[in-house]
Every structure is written in structure tokens, then in C-alpha cells.
């Protein structure tokens, strides 16, 4: 390479990170690096940073480098937003590590949390979208009874959106402790709950919004939030998560009512519905690592 000072290169009028490059040098040896890989290069490794960049890139199919990045903490080449394309679905990284410590009876390790874009599929494809018909995917009828741990979401649709998450992730999909509502009084608040085993969840209002606006909260917040108590960084660094991308709404585990949960609505207003709504779709959570 012809040597050339510095303040001899002509401005860049128009710089343009995914087209630009800059020039590195080691040694006697020199290359060239696309600008943005170069920023994304320089950011140090751990959940700390990746969680607070959101980038949005395709990571394609999960591989093993990608496992031993999750596994050993740097998360490396990995931010919010980034998603992976399996079998027809894309997951979206929504935080890093955001389990991380918690739990009742085990610490859990590292990990990524996942979310579909926009709604889960069930294990035969079908895509948890609401119809406005049939689509009564929390209850058939308007109760809370037995809280969220008797609803039909849980205790019929969960099982198959986990078959699905088992087929593309197999033994990478991460066991964890999540808390459950399973009684709600004659006030329509839960008043009890329980840590049970899981391998996916349904977000509550504080994953989402960053508090707690509509979950009926009067005897404990406990029982709606458990250990999900952090924004996570995908609502938090894109506002377009919050709307769905103005698709529709999606389910809440928080009870609002006797006859009613909470839903993060598609017009970006953090809402209620009636349990048997057909309007409101399913948007569920796992981690893997």
C-alpha cells in the first residue's frame, strides 16, 4: 500500500456505516472493515453491553459458536433485536441474561430470552394470531378463576407452542422457575401462587411496560409479576415492540379482574380484556443457551 497521510484523504460528505469502510493496521499488514462491523466489533463482550444495543440482524440458524457465546457470557456478535430464522420462524433476542440468578431452587446460567416476532406457532405451524372468531386462546368463557394456571393458554395451548420450541431448539432450550397465579378471590385479585417448572412463559406488564399499570396487584404483586420484575431490553430500546409493529394484540399473564387479564394492545395502550376475547393473540417467551 501506497503510503498516504491522513489529513490527505478527502471527506466523506455522505458516510454511510453499511457501505463505508475503514482501514486497520497490524504490523506491516493492513485490511480493510466495514464500518458497522467495526463498531459492533469494539463493544466490549457480557450481557451488561450487548443488553443496552439493539441491532436487529439476522443470525440465521443457531449454531454452535453461538451456544458457546451464550454458554461462556460474552454474547459475542449477539444484540437486542438480533434474530435467528429456524424451521420458518424467527426468534428475536428480547433480553440477555434476564433470568440470570433467579429462581426459587436453582440459579440459572447464562442464557438469551426469546420471544417469536410478533406471535408463538403451535407444534402442527399454526400461528397464534387472533381471527376475531375462534381464536379464545386465553378461555372459552369471561374468569380468572384458578388465575392463570386455569386458563386454557396455559394448560392446553403452552404444552404445543412448547413442542414447537422443543423441535427447533431440542436440549438448548433451557428449563427455569417461573411463578404461577392459581387462585383469585370474590375482589378478583390473586391471592395465591405458586414457583412451578417451565420451559416457556407469558410476559407480564413490567416485561413489557417497565411497571405495573392493569394487573390487579391489591393483595400482592407476587402473584402477577414473580421474579419477572425487569423491563425487558426489546420494549425497552425499540417502542415499536410495544405496538406489535401495529399487528394485534397480544396476552398478558396479569389478572385485571374476576373476568378479565391484561393484554399489550397493538395501538400501543396497555389494556384489558374480557378472558374470552378472540381479538388477542399469543406472544410467549423461553430462554436458551
Do not use: C
Not at 486497520?24 to 450487548?50: C, M, W
Not at 440458524?61 to 444484540?79: E, V, W
Amino acid at each position: 500500500m501506497t503510503d498516504i497521510r491522513i489529513q490527505d484523504f478527502g471527506e466523506n460528505s455522505k458516510p454511510d456505516a453499511n457501505n463505508d469502510f475503514v482501514m486497520t493496521f497490524n504490523d506491516n499488514s493492513e485490511s480493510k472493515t466495514r464500518l458497522r462491523d467495526a463498531f459492533y466489533s469494539i463493544v466490549p463482550d457480557g450481557a451488561q453491553t450487548h443488553n443496552n444495543i439493539f441491532r436487529g440482524w439476522n443470525l440465521g440458524a443457531l449454531n454452535s459458536t453461538h451456544i458457546a457465546n451464550i454458554q461462556n457470557g460474552s454474547f459475542k456478535d449477539m444484540f437486542i433485536g438480533d434474530y435467528f430464522d429456524i424451521n420458518g420462524s424467527w426468534y428475536v433476542i428480547a433480553g440477555i441474561n434476564a433470568k440470570h440468578l433467579k429462581g426459587d431452587n436453582a440459579a440459572l446460567g447464562n442464557h438469551l430470552l426469546l420471544m417469536p416476532d410478533r406471535f408463538s406457532r403451535l407444534a402442527d405451524g399454526t400461528v397464534m394470531r387472533a381471527d376475531g372468531k375462534t381464536t379464545h386462546y386465553m378461555n372459552d368463557t369471561d374468569t380468572t378463576a384458578g388465575g392463570f394456571a386455569n386458563t386454557k393458554l396455559y394448560k392446553t395451548y403452552m404444552p404445543l407452542i412448547q413442542r414447537k420450541l422443543e423441535a427447533d431448539f431440542g436440549s438448548h432450550l433451557l428449563n427455569f422457575r417461573e411463578v404461577v397465579s392459581t387462585h383469585v378471590d370474590g375482589s378478583g385479585t390473586p391471592d395465591q401462587g405458586e414457583w412451578r417448572d417451565a420451559k416457556l412463559g407469558i410476559p407480564n406488564e413490567v416485561m413489557v411496560y417497565g411497571t405495573t399499570l392493569n394487573g390487579n396487584n391489591k393483595n400482592n404483586s407476587w402473584y402477577n409479576i414473580g421474579d419477572d420484575d425487569v423491563q425487558l431490553p426489546l420494549f425497552r430500546l425499540n417502542p415499536d415492540e410495544l405496538t406489535n409493529h401495529r399487528d394485534l394484540s397480544f396476552w398478558l399473564r396479569d389478572v385485571h379482574s374476576a373476568s378479565e387479564f391484561a393484554d399489550a394492545h397493538a395501538s400501543g395502550d396497555a389494556g384489558w380484556n374480557g378472558a374470552s376475547d378472540a381479538l388477542v393473540g399469543v406472544r410467549a417467551f423461553f430462554l436458551i443457551g
